[in-house]
């Protein structure tokens, strides 16, 4: 008999042998580079808008703009990916022209935002972030709510407003709740996920059409811990409440890492590689999708600087594009993968998975 000839010469292939994707966000200057592009289109199943498609870009009632979102969504919609709406409500894109407004006003203004991004790519996108970054438990709230605009204007049930209306205009999309930090080991992190899993809780017995969990996952290879029995207790009462999971914007920090190139890559690709595998086991997984590609194009490079001053590497490809290290550990940890009952219809996107 022939051995099965796997077919594992990019991530998006070895994804989707356990029926995950793989992908990476972008911005529309990717798509001018031809190399890159081709680079994406190589690697990846799905993609997320870096920042084109949050609030304060596209803009407020008057006038927005949807030039750059259109544009990827086109380029994914013409290239076969997935693709992973980021973001419609979120307390850090709030147009500045509602800093001032009364309540009422915001209110109407958030869901007027929602409603129009959420009609206008309805069928063209697979996943959308409705609601990013609703808890910060040091806000003092008992149900660790992120005292937010969001909040203020429509109270505590607001993730319900949001995944509803989501729901009503695009059915068929997956709606993901996406949060930073659960995946840490600081005491900190351990009261977020209690709080994630009290408010999806009461969230999902109101009827709150929350279909996933997205676990942002902005990793520090110095801190990260190999073994995590908090987060594994967690993914699985995650699991027990019927959602499934996202791994939304994955990369590992090198900010904290020796100097030395090979001892930092070798750090960064074991974060990547222990992360993945206790998360992909322990979850129903739809995918997982890094904060960019390449090491010369990542916000790490200025929102976590080393203090030595040389240039960060937390991505799996270098600046020439080559694969490193975290390349191999996260085609290994995909290929590795149980994914239980296979996460995505292997129907999506159209033709090209499988
Ligand atoms: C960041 C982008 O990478 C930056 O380019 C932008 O200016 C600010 O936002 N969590 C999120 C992402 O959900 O939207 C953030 O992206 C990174 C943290």
């Given at each position: 008999m022939e051995p099965l000839k796997l077919?594992?010469?990019?991530l998006r292939d070895a994804a989707a042998h356990r029926h995950l994707l793989y992908g990476t966000a972008l911005c529309t200057s990717d798509l001018t580079e031809k190399r890159r592009c081709d680079t994406i289109l190589r690697e990846c199943s799905i993609i997320t808008p870096e920042y084109e498609m949050k609030w304060d870009r596209i803009g407020g009632a008057d006038a927005p703009d949807f030039r750059a979102s259109d544009r990827l969504v086109a380029f994914a919609v013409e290239n076969g990916l997935a693709f992973h709406g980021h973001?419609?409500?979120?307390?850090?894109?709030?147009?500045?022209?509602?800093?001032?407004?009364?309540d009422a006003r915001f209110a109407e203004a958030a869901l007027e935002h929602l409603t129009r991004v959420v009609r206008r790519y309805a069928g063209r996108v697979?996943?959308?972030?409705?609601?990013?970054?609703?808890?910060?438990?040091?806000?003092?709230?008992r149900d660790g709510l992120r005292h937010s605009r969001f909040l203020r204007a429509f109270g505590p049930t607001y993730l319900e407003v949001a995944f509803g209306r989501a729901a009503e205009i695009d059915p068929e999309a997956v709606l993901v709740l996406n949060e930073m930090g659960l995946e840490y080991a600081s005491p900190g992190a351990e009261r977020k996920r209690r709080a994630m899993l009290a408010l999806l809780e009461r969230a999902l017995a109101r009827g709150?059409?929350?279909?996933c969990l997205g676990i942002q996952s902005h990793l520090d290879a110095a801190d990260?811990?190999?073994?995590?029995p908090e987060l594994r207790a967690f993914l699985r009462e995650i699991d027990g409440l019927g959602l499934k999971v996202m791994i939304t914007e994955m990369d590992v920090s090198?900010?904290?890492?020796?100097?030395?190139r090979r001892l930092r890559d070798g750090m960064v690709a074991d974060t990547y590689r222990a992360y993945l595998e206790l998360v992909l086991e322990e979850s129903r997984s739809l995918g997982v999708s890094t904060w960019g590609l390449s090491d010369d194009r990542t916000w790490l490079a200025t929102a976590r600087k080393r203090p030595d001053g040389a240039a960060v590497r937390p991505m799996l490809l270098d600046r020439a594009l080559r694969r490193k290290p975290a390349w191999h550990a996260v085609k290994s940890a995909l290929l590795s993968a149980r994914n239980p009952d296979g996460g995505v219809e292997p129907a999506f996107p159209k033709g090209k998975i499988n």
């Open positions: 077919e594992t010469d990019s973001t419609l409500w979120w307390h850090e894109s709030v147009p500045q022209d509602l800093g001032e407004a009364s697979y996943s959308w972030d409705v609601v990013n970054e609703p808890l910060e438990t040091d806000h003092g709230r709150a059409p929350i279909q990260q811990p190999r073994h995590h090198d900010q904290n890492c020796p100097r030395d």
